[in-house]
């Protein structure tokens, strides 16, 4: 396991000018953003050796296969003779952020994202001390599934996050080149905070995936960006995330700049659901179109929500894999900002047919029928699935079976009809990179 030293808090105040010049601002954050460039190519370390994993979750040469809970599937399996295979799971690559005092909810979201089958990364930002970044990872490895299947790290050196800037985006991009370091065996990556909870089983999210192809993303975005670009796009800031290492103001200047002409900017969500082919082509690619819109937004308030649908919608390779949702369960005001989900969004939650939600208060009693309705969780336990093979009703997941073995229940049929709606003809090609 790695013990490498985002939820994202409102700065501690702003202003309205700064004393030095533009210039001088520009040139200082030109020069950061390259830094951070550079801190993203690629490592010529290979990754640490791990001992074997433990053949109970990851027998050699075993058959996948899926094990469904209604009854109707069963039957209708039992009624062919020779039932084709079904494709095996694919894996996720979880980045999961959070902030000072915020471990408990870490391990929260944790357990009822957990299978075997997936990597996850599990960030507390600066304003969190060492202390408590040390203390989740022993904690961490105080679990014997998680040092059985190796597949949960902690970032030991916080990054510095601000929720204007792009701090917060050198954040995710730092998770996602990580994950390209320590594994080659993933095939979607998903950056969740602590305000986020899922509204399916990874064994549901694992089997509705393995249906479909690798290199689709699943991104809400727009080319409309209306009061955004005066209020997020135009001004000029510094986000003092890049390169102090204590909490600072973030600067704005008095000047503003013109959008850019050399690509569209398109808008979207800060949470998405990205193939390892596109973060390879963000990351590690030959084209130059990601670092010129990452220097371009390092000044910029809105970097998080407008780096991945942009670059998408302006590469020929990949504007055609986009699908325009998270998958992701929001309710937004009149201004574009989520409210606080709790019991009185249950049934709309469970019938969006979404993987997630957000954003959630810390214990939110909704949280608990989530876990008990839906994920059928108990408190500081995985969610059971095809691998648990411990009595029902106990800690089933004490006793560990194949990790390829899935037991998708309602909530993949769930999925599954919001996909599909997603997909429809209609629906998928007039909402792809549409330019309004």
Same mark, same amino acid.
């Given at each position: ?108 979201? =944790? ?298 229940? =309602? ?7 919001? =996909? ?17």
């Amino acid at each position: 396991m790695l013990n490498h030293p985002n939820h994202h808090h409102q700065p501690p105040s702003t202003t309205t000018s700064i004393r030095p010049s533009t210039p001088c601002i520009l040139l200082s954050t030109i020069l950061f953003s390259l830094l951070l460039i550079l801190f993203f190519s690629t490592s010529t370390h290979p990754p640490p050796s791990l001992p074997p994993l433990d053949p109970s979750l990851f027998p050699p040469d075993s058959p996948h296969r899926h094990l469904f809970l209604s009854s109707s599937n069963t039957s209708s399996h039992k009624s062919k003779q020779n039932p084709p295979s079904p494709p095996p799971p694919p894996s996720i690559a979880y980045l999961i952020s959070g902030s000072s005092n915020e471990t408990g909810r870490i391990l929260r979201l =944790l357990f009822s994202i957990y299978h075997p089958k997936n990597i996850y990364l599990l960030h507390v930002d600066s304003r969190a001390s060492q202390a408590e970044r040390d203390n989740l990872a022993v904690k961490i490895q105080s679990f014997p599934l998680f040092k059985a299947a190796q597949n949960v790290n902690v970032v030991g050196k916080a990054d510095v996050v601000y929720q204007q800037g792009s701090s917060t985006l050198s954040a995710i991009l730092h998770g996602a080149s990580t994950f390209l370091r320590i594994s080659k065996n993933w095939d979607w990556f998903i950056n969740l905070s602590v305000d986020d909870y899922p509204l399916v089983t990874q064994d549901d999210l694992l089997h509705i995936m393995s249906y479909l192809p690798k290199d689709l993303n699943f991104v809400n975005h727009t080319s409309y960006i209306g009061w955004i670009e005066s209020r997020k796009l135009k001004p000029i800031i510094v986000d003092p995330g890049l390169y102090i290492l204590e909490e600072n103001e973030v600067f704005y200047a008095t000047q503003k700049r013109p959008l850019p002409d050399a690509f569209r900017l398109f808008t979207g969500s800060s949470s998405a659901i990205l193939s390892r082919k596109f973060i390879e082509f963000c990351i590690l690619g030959t084209d130059n179109l990601p670092r010129t819109v990452l220097m371009y937004l390092a000044n910029t308030p809105s970097a998080n929500s407008v780096y991945f649908p942009t670059i998408l919608c302006n590469t020929q390779k990949f504007n055609r894999t986009i699908i325009n949702h998270n998958l992701q369960y929001v309710s937004l005001n009149l201004r574009k900002e989520p409210h606080l989900l709790n019991s009185s969004y249950y049934t709309d939650l469970v019938q969006s047919g979404v993987a997630f939600a957000s954003r959630f208060r810390p214990d939110d009693p909704t949280l608990d029928r989530i876990d008990r309705e839906i994920l059928h969780r108990a408190p500081g336990k995985p969610v059971p699935g095809g691998w648990c093979l411990g009595e029902s009703g106990l800690d089933s997941c004490k006793v560990w079976g194949d990790a390829d073995i899935l037991r998708p229940g =309602l909530g993949a049929k769930r999925l599954e009809n919001c =996909l599909l709606e997603l997909l429809s003809k209609e629906t998928f090609l007039s909402q792809q990179c549409a330019v309004n």
